[in-house]
């Protein structure tokens, strides 16, 4: 009877076994199967649109010409299919409400498995987003004697002028060799100076110093940047190479607004001044406009009658023809400096028929409040009529040079 019942049991167990087995493979069977029509629901809702036709259809001449072209499709991936994208082109809807299960599948696939299903929206034209090219570096005039690279910011609360030094190109020393360094003035005052550290051996020296000026709000406009390039040869002995002049009336200075700027050194006038003075202008005569253009830079050496902030330095332009008065325009006054500097531009019109009769006269006045304006120094310069010398040569050089501005200075005279 025990053997019997030990018999019976263990039957039964083996059957419950045998069971659970059964249920545990069909259960595994029953998963795959469902995983299989899942891929296969997946794979079949993915449908062909004009993305997989633009990459697909090769052999389409038209396609070809879009190939070719140096506009990048913009896609919508098919993973942002749950979202709406209407009226993107033709004012059509383009993105479908795509299936929640639907995501991205896991492991390598192919570059057109990965794009099924996206849509082209547009295209990218890669040359609207180019940097323009900076020529700063590389295009250099002919006689180019250096550029130099600086940027200023003013802080309205402190007063002070920041000044960075960045770089300079291009020197052209009088020996192989150049050790260069930089001095920057804040004119009128040109007593005193702060000075960059000496860069050995190099023609692009690269400076990246800061420099601080104490100057209030009210004056900074009638102030003036100087910088003096030098060469410092084996002997310690100093070589001037070049000069940047930058005047800070015309420029918008605030702590927020740093300008990098970069100037071509030019050559200082190194001749003494002459008994009245001297002034620096340019010509340019526009035949096409007709129109003699003055750009009056900077005077030296000026004779004052009294050395004081008070004092006005300015100068009238005048435009003559036969002796007779046509138009005058002046500058805006600069206070207490003998050797001023203006930076302003003045057009006259003038017919091509006039420039054997016409003039132009340049009066350096002085003015002090209360007091009568006094004249400085003057000049004319104009044709065989009314003069003679570098005034005749700056003249005629305007002339042949159409469209370009001649650049000269002349000696002042007293006589009226």
């Not at 545990?24 to 036709?53: D, G, M, P």
């Not at 004697?145 to 003013?154: A, K, V």
Request: charged share 25%.
């Amino acid at each position: 009877c025990t053997a019997q019942a030990v018999a019976v049991a263990g039957a039964v167990i083996g059957g419950i076994l045998l069971f659970v087995l059964i249920g545990i493979t069909a259960y595994l069977l029953w998963r795959k199967f469902c995983c299989l029509l899942s891929y296969k629901k997946l794979t079949s809702s993915v449908k062909t649109t004009n993305a997989s036709i633009f990459f697909q259809d090769q052999t389409n001449p038209e396609m070809q010409l879009k190939s070719t072209s140096r506009s990048v499709p913009f896609i919508i991936p098919p993973t942002l299919h749950g979202r709406d994208w209407i009226n993107l082109t033709n004012e059509e809807q383009i993105q479908e409400d795509s299936d929640p299960y639907m995501i991205p599948q896991s492991g390598p696939r192919s570059s057109f498995h990965s794009l099924a299903g996206a849509y082209v929206v547009g295209t990218i034209n890669p040359e609207l987003y180019k940097f323009p090219e900076d020529k700063s570096e590389t295009d250099f005039p002919d006689g180019n004697i250096g550029r130099l690279w600086f940027s200023i910011e003013y802080e309205q609360e402190s007063e002070r002028l920041l000044v960075s030094l960045i770089k300079v190109r291009k020197l052209q020393p009088p020996a192989d060799s150049c050790s260069p360094f930089v001095k920057i003035y804040l004119l009128p005052d040109e007593r005193s100076y702060l000075q960059s550290k000496t860069k050995c051996k190099t023609l692009n020296p690269q400076f990246d110093e800061n420099f601080v000026f104490q100057v209030s709000s009210k004056m900074l406009f009638q102030r003036t940047l100087k910088f003096l390039v030098y060469h410092v040869d084996k002997q310690k002995k100093h070589h001037l190479l070049g000069q940047v002049i930058f005047p800070l009336k015309n420029e918008v200075l605030t702590d927020d607004n740093k300008l990098v700027i970069w100037r071509d050194l030019e050559k200082e006038n190194l001749e003494p001044p002459s008994e009245y003075g001297d002034i620096q202008f340019s010509l340019s005569y526009n035949d096409y406009l007709g129109r003699v253009t003055v750009v009056v830079l900077r005077a030296r050496g000026l004779k004052l009658q009294e050395e004081s902030h008070a004092v006005g330095v300015y100068v009238k332009v005048s435009l003559m023809n036969h002796n007779n008065f046509i138009k005058s325009k002046k500058t805006a006054a600069v206070l207490g400096t003998p050797n001023p500097v203006y930076n302003e531009t003045f057009s006259f019109k003038t017919d091509q028929t006039e420039l054997d009769t016409a003039s132009l006269s340049l009066s350096v006045l002085q003015s002090i409040k209360g007091e009568k304006t006094l004249l400085l120094g003057r000049v004319v310069v104009g044709p065989f009529m009314y003069t003679r010398g570098k005034e005749l040569e700056h003249w005629n050089e305007m002339i042949s040079k159409p469209k370009e501005l001649v650049k000269r200075w002349h000696a002042l005279c007293h006589s009226m």
